[in-house]
């Protein structure tokens, strides 16, 4: 063990605060699917401050601690997707302490976050460079340079070519990933091909396994749950949260993904059935 190295991090806080990203700091679940887990946490803790349900019992100063609790290991997941609804989320619940007159208290924790924030992004480069790299998503790429975004982007323009190619059955179940690889390698990426990599998109991955069939029953599911519970707004956060990340991740092709869609996609749909019983 070399001691002297782990001394230097210890008393350097920037070098070891990079020790604590990303999936070095969720070991046994992929950071992205974390961040899922903590924004739907994070929205009902929020929800709590304007419309109490009931249901969590916590004081309000226990409340607010939890919500910067989750928000600060949002920023350590540094998951993009992650990273942009728990933001939303954050400007979500300042509004609404200023809108219900703790003015003091929303003023305190914003800037609480926002310094917070600015030391992470001056101690830990990682940090920084994901949300730089987060800004250029969209540009432009012509080579396989390694950058997530840069290998997404590419990914997902050969996963559309070959879509358009198979635009009404696909190119079948249990071909997509052989398809995609041969993809890569007339297009020359390497790292795609090494790596096996999927379509990143749920919706191109089932339009790829069986066509436009595919796609419309997966649609039907979001407007199940949509009218799980009509009004009810945690249905419209889950579906946002979800086609928020289906929309760059093939999310029901991991075991993570399949279960965070499953559990809370029947949870919603049993409470449907339960309101309706009790109604009845």
């Known amino acids: 063990i070399d001691y002297q190295h782990i001394q230097n991090g210890l008393w350097n806080w920037g070098y070891g605060i990079n020790w604590f990203l990303s999936s070095?700091?969720?070991?046994f679940l992929h950071p992205s699917y974390l961040a899922m887990y903590l924004n739907f946490s994070l929205f009902l803790l929020i929800r709590e401050e304007s419309a109490p349900s009931g249901w969590i019992h916590l004081k309000t100063n226990w409340r607010r601690g939890l919500i910067l609790l989750f928000l600060t290991i949002q920023v350590l997941l540094i998951s993009k997707a992650g990273l942009f609804i728990a933001g939303l989320l954050f400007v979500w619940w300042v509004l609404m302490l200023f809108r219900n007159g703790s003015?003091?208290?929303g003023i305190a924790l914003s800037s609480m976050v926002v310094l917070a924030t600015i030391a992470l992004f001056w101690k830990a480069p990682e940090l920084s460079n994901r949300i730089v790299n987060m800004a250029g998503f969209f540009d432009e790429k012509e080579s396989?340079?390694?950058e997530s975004n840069d290998l997404r982007v590419m990914v997902w323009?050969?996963?559309l070519q070959l879509s358009r190619e198979n635009i009404v059955?696909?190119?079948?179940?249990?071909?997509?990933?052989n398809?995609?690889?041969?993809?890569?390698?007339?297009a020359e990426m390497k790292e795609a091909r090494e790596r096996n990599l999927n379509a990143h998109s749920q919706f191109i991955q089932f339009h790829l396994s069986a066509g436009l069939a595919a796609v419309f029953l997966f649609v039907m599911c979001f407007i199940e749950i949509l009218a799980s519970r009509k009004g009810m707004i945690g249905a419209v956060f889950l579906a946002v949260l979800l086609i928020s990340n289906m929309l760059v991740e093939s999310m029901l092709e991991t075991q993570a993904g399949m279960v965070f869609f499953a559990l809370f996609g029947i949870l919603f749909i049993y409470l449907s059935k339960t309101?309706?019983?009790v109604e009845s």
Do not use: C, P
């Open 24 to 27: 070095r700091f969720t070991v």
């Open 103 to 105: 003015v003091r208290a």
């Open 144 to 146: 396989d340079s390694g």
């Open 157 to 159: 323009n050969e996963a």
């Open 169 to 177: 059955l696909g190119v079948g179940i249990g071909d997509v990933r």
């Open 179 to 186: 398809e995609l690889n041969e993809r890569y390698e007339r």
């Open 275 to 277: 309101h309706q019983l």
